[in-house]
């Protein structure tokens, strides 16, 4: 899905709308003479037929009196055959190409909040009625129709956005009513436009701090309202949010430090990261995503993690993205997606079903307990698989070394670090090789496998497997493809990750664990009980697009406590 879906778009749709909202968003702010973006060209009043006031890289001003420092600029996207073939309409927000557009940002915005009633809501008409006139009067003389217009802004610019969403359906010919809508750090999103995607960090002061569209007495503190419009738990992890000194202080719009989340190049630094992530398809609007922004002076020594400060309760899955530097990434008790991406990285994470993937660099995951707290498997093909004593399990990439907190002298009073670098055979410290646990590995073809005792993992990577137990205590990974799981012995535990296919599983027992861990579309809170279908005497579990089938088992046999969705 992703967060940053939007209408009925494709997931690669979406993708290609948010970065494309984000180059307009940025070029708003752009000084004269900036290179117009990769892929866009300014349409000027000349083409338009438009008699305002305009500056000297195309920039479109406000119109009436009192919104003259407001801008907005115009852009086309055109086919190889010099067709026009979409429109941008990008608003900027606070702060002109002087002092005195500034200040007139500023009265708007103040206007805004505690101004005459539906300020913001009719900004853009009070602002640019004749400049939308005349592109959507261009817009449908080159044969486009709402549906090829992106409108985006950044602050107050995301203002704009809604307010020519709240408008379209009744001003302009009701031409901008099915236009697409993305807006950045908003101080409103009314809810009377669902047609927006509102964008931004829960930690930003100024994202939603408009009740609606008007100043509340909770707009000067925490504001972190849900809004059926917005991504809802983002946050920016910069170093005012991972101070707990500065977070004594309101989380307000009142509070400088807390600005540190709002500037429109810190969002796409960090946002892009989220668009680029291994994790995106498993993401939705709702999901928690904490993204690394610490200064360079901080990040070695700040473990970026979920401290829910200022917000309403995090649910679900947690999802922690590196930058391209050192970062320190540290899930919680929960299920947790770590992705550290370029540099070299350090993870802790304290249990639950998680995915850690080191990326670049020389990665350490520390696991601050004994090695024998833990077992390993090792699927051959670059996972390991780190399960601990309660049963939660870690599915680590790119990871060079582990780290564990051995007891050392005075009785295990006082414990050691020890380093295991990760090799193919097992975990090297020093001289000393520990194995990994016994496992049988596939390859990319079918493969058939038996375990030949307790507690081992039969990995059977892609291909249709086949993957049998007559013992306890094993975990069965079947990967992608069809594959065929028999199992007896009970406490065993079956593990389904990603894009796994359509299975078969036979000999499924109450003890027994089915666990998906990153399944598009099934993440924590799944509700399994509605995607159970009973199919003569077998039950089918769907799960996203794939399916288990449990072989003799009737839908009310299957244990709630037996299932885990992450």
């Known amino acids: 899905m992703g967060i940053f879906a939007y ?18 968003a940025l070029y708003a702010y752009a000084p004269d003479g900036q290179p117009q973006p990769g892929g866009w060209l300014t349409i000027g009043a000349e083409a338009l037929g438009y008699q305002g006031r305009v500056g000297p890289q195309g920039t479109f001003f406000g119109e009436q009196a009192g919104f003259t420092s407001a801008e907005a600029e115009v852009l086309g996207q055109y086919d190889a055959n010099g067709q026009l073939t979409s429109i941008g309409i990008a608003f900027r927000g606070t702060g002109g190409l002087g002092f005195s557009d500034t200040l007139g940002d500023i009265k708007n915005n103040l206007l805004a909040a505690i101004g005459p009633v539906d300020y913001a809501q009719n900004y853009t008409q009070n602002a640019f009625n004749q400049l939308l006139q005349d592109v959507a009067t ?35 010919g009701g031409f901008y009513q099915q236009a697409n809508y993305v807006a950045f750090a908003s101080p409103t999103q009314s809810p009377a436009t669902p047609q927006v995607l509102n964008i931004g960090f829960e930690n930003d002061p100024v994202f939603r701090v408009l009740d609606g569209t008007r100043f509340s007495v909770t707009s000067l503190g925490s504001h972190d309202q849900p809004q059926p419009s917005a991504t809802n738990n983002i946050v920016n992890f910069n170093d005012h949010y991972a101070s707990t000194l500065e977070n004594l202080l309101p989380q307000s719009i009142l509070n400088p430090q807390s600005w540190q989340a709002h500037g429109s190049a810190g969002y796409a630094d960090a946002l892009n990261r989220v668009i680029d992530s291994s994790f995106y398809g498993l993401t939705s609007k709702d999901s928690t995503l904490v993204i690394s922004n610490l200064s360079l002076s901080s990040r070695g ?82 996972t390991l698989y780190v399960r601990d004593a309660y049963g939660g399990i870690s599915l680590t990439r790119d990871i060079g070394a582990l780290v564990s907190k051995e007891p050392g002298f005075a009785w295990g009073l006082f414990s050691k670090e020890v380093s295991h670098e990760v090799t193919a055979a097992g975990l090297l410290a020093g001289d000393q090789l520990t194995p990994y646990n016994h496992s049988l590995n596939g390859d990319a073809y079918g493969n058939s496998l038996v375990a030949s005792g307790e507690g081992d993992w039969l990995f059977g990577l892609g291909g249709d497997d086949l993957l049998r137990s007559e013992h306890s205590q094993v975990t069965f990974v079947g990967g992608a493809g069809n594959d065929e799981l028999y199992a007896s012995g009970g406490g065993n535990t079956f593990l389904f990750n990603g894009a796994f296919g359509f299975d078969t599983l036979h000999g499924y027992q109450g003890s027994d664990r089915l666990v998906f861990l990153g399944v598009e579309g099934a993440g924590q809170g799944y509700d399994y009980s509605q995607h159970l279908t009973q199919s003569g005497q077998d039950t089918v579990l769907s799960v996203g697009d794939y399916s288990v089938t449990l072989v003799g088992i009737a839908p009310d046999s299957l244990v709630g406590a037996g299932l885990v969705f992450a």
């Open 138 to 172: 261009f817009a449908q003389a080159q044969g486009l129709g709402a549906k090829d217009v992106l409108v985006s802004g950044h602050s107050l610019g995301g203002l704009a956005v809604n307010s020519l969403a709240a408008l379209s359906g009744e001003h302009w």
């Open 301 to 382: 020594n700040t473990w970026v993690e979920d401290l829910n400060r200022n917000a309403e309760a995090h649910t679900g899955s947690t999802f922690i993205i590196g930058s391209d530097g050192n970062d320190l990434l540290k899930g919680g008790r929960g299920n947790d997606f770590l992705e550290g991406r370029d540099g070299d990285d350090r993870f802790r994470d304290d249990g639950g079903y998680n995915v850690i993937l080191g990326g670049k660099g020389h990665n350490v995951f520390e696991l601050r307990q004994p090695l024998d707290h833990f077992t390993l498997a090792n699927d051959g093909d670059g």
């Open 7 to 24: 209408k009925q778009f494709s997931e690669q749709e979406a993708k290609a709308q948010y970065s494309a909202a984000m180059t307009l």
